[in-house]
Each structure stands twice: as structure tokens, then as C-alpha cells.
């Protein structure tokens, strides 16, 4: 704890300049900070077209899609800024290497240039730390081979301690990805009361994956983010990326506040 207490001490005045910063913004900055996650289990073809659209009005930087959306999703963002980024693994990560490889590669034969993946929580909560570079590094590697950037979610929510966290940055570090996540949002756990849920992205966590990522690695924070003040907090503490469904309400106020 006190490694960590002392990394954020030296990036604190870098959050201090974040929020002063945060004044200046527009809301096209904000919405470059923007991954539109199309991704609901039952979202349908019509709710891609719509959502697309959405993404492609406020141009964001990618639109999140199912892997089987991944060819449809580029065909209607082609005209634009706006790239795609496909999930695989997931939601819970279990699938194997050689089909998360799989899946990696049909994404990116399909038009993605983002790839989200989650990673092995059995192999995280055991320390089984050579199989989760493993597969970090191959995934990382088909990748930067193809002219695409690699996601690495950690799901944080099944995490209960920092050092686990760490470790996965770490390890990201050695493996050179483009980003480090905190959640897919569909990590859910048990609470208390028996019921269901997830927290998601949280101030702490991003500013422990920056304190412990280098600086060449860019941090997403996902789940749960769903207002303009939540993505500046998600700023302010390293987050150059966030994964959100309330994409026009952010942009709404954004401009309100911000100007275009």
C-alpha cells in the first residue's frame, strides 16, 4: 500500500492539472474519449444500425460491438472518424487462447481496429501469472501485427485486492498493450443482499492502473460510466478512454457545459 500511496503522490499534481484542464474542454474532446458500447445481449441488426448512427452523429472513437457485428458495424461507420473495436473472451474471459486468437482474428479480418479482452479470472485469482502472459502476449502480439490496438479488461470487480491488480499491470507493462480496462460491465457479483450487481469503473482503480502502467499505456474505464461528471473524474484520475450506452446524454450536457 504504501508503494502505491507514494506512486499517487506523484502523479497527484498531474490529477490536479486534469481538472483544471477539464474547464477548457469541448465536447468534441469528450467525445473522442469515447468507446459507444453496442454490445447488450439482445441488442438486434436495427439496434446496431441505430446505434451506429448515433455514434457516427457525435463522432466518437469507436463503436463497441458483438464480434458478429464487427463486418456490419465497419460497413456504417465507413464514412467516418469513427472506428470499431470488437470484444472477444468475452464476458467472463474463460474462452480458450487459441479461440480468443481466433476470435481476434476474424474481428480484425472483419474491420476491427480495437480488440477488448478479458482476462482468465481463474488464472488471476490463482496466480497462475505465466499463463495470463501468455495469452496477453500472443493476443498482443496478433494485434500490433495487424495495425491493431489491444484492450486488456482485468474485470475488477472480481478482484478484491489491489496487489492483484498490480500484478495484472505489470504485466501488461512487459507485454507492451495499448490499454488496460477495469470492467466489461457485465461482471456481476453477488452482494450482500443476495441480489446481483457490479460496480464497475471507480475513481481508485484508474488511479491505480496509472500509477502502476507506463505512461505509454492509455487506461479505459467501463461500467457503470454514465455522466459527463463521472468521464471527468474517469479524466482526472488517467482515464484517456471510457466505454459508455448513455453516449448522447453525456454529449448533451457536454455541449451544454462545454461548448462544440
Request: charged letters at 20%.
Amino acid at each position: 500500500m504504501g508503494r502505491y500511496l507514494s506512486k499517487i503522490a506523484k502523479i497527484a499534481p498531474q490529477v490536479f492539472n486534469e481538472i483544471d484542464r477539464a474547464m477548457t474542454l469541448t465536447s468534441a474532446q469528450i467525445a473522442r474519449m469515447i468507446d459507444h458500447s453496442i454490445l447488450h445481449p439482445t441488442f438486434t441488426d436495427a439496434d446496431l444500425r441505430t446505434q451506429c448512427a448515433v455514434a457516427v452523429n457525435f463522432s466518437v472513437a469507436t463503436v463497441c460491438v458483438k464480434p458478429y457485428h464487427v463486418a456490419m458495424a465497419a460497413a456504417l461507420v465507413k464514412n467516418s472518424a469513427v472506428k470499431v473495436c470488437s470484444v472477444i473472451g468475452f464476458p467472463h474471459g474463460n474462452s480458450t487462447l487459441a479461440i480468443k486468437l481466433a476470435e481476434t482474428q476474424q474481428a480484425i479480418d472483419d474491420g476491427a481496429t480495437e480488440i477488448d479482452t478479458v482476462v482468465n479470472p481463474g488464472h488471476t485469482l490463482q496466480h497462475d501469472w505465466a499463463a495470463v502472459k501468455t495469452e496477453m502476449q500472443a493476443l498482443n502480439e496478433r494485434c500490433v501485427s495487424q495495425g491493431a490496438v489491444l484492450k486488456v479488461i482485468f474485470e475488477t470487480d472480481y478482484l478484491t485486492h489491489d496487489a492483484l491488480k498490480i500484478r495484472l499491470c505489470e504485466i501488461a507493462n512487459e507485454c507492451s498493450v495499448g490499454f488496460v480496462k477495469t470492467s466489461t460491465g457485465y461482471g456481476f457479483v453477488k452482494t450482500a443482499s443476495g441480489d446481483f450487481n457490479y460496480a464497475g469503473a471507480t475513481v481508485h482503480d484508474i488511479a491505480l492502473m496509472r500509477a502502476h502502467c507506463e505512461p505509454s499505456i492509455q487506461i479505459k474505464a467501463s461500467g457503470g460510466v454514465r455522466s459527463l461528471d463521472h468521464i471527468l473524474a474517469m479524466r482526472a484520475a488517467g482515464a484517456t478512454r471510457v466505454g459508455a450506452t448513455a453516449t448522447p446524454q453525456i454529449l448533451h450536457e457536454a455541449r451544454e457545459r462545454f461548448g462544440a
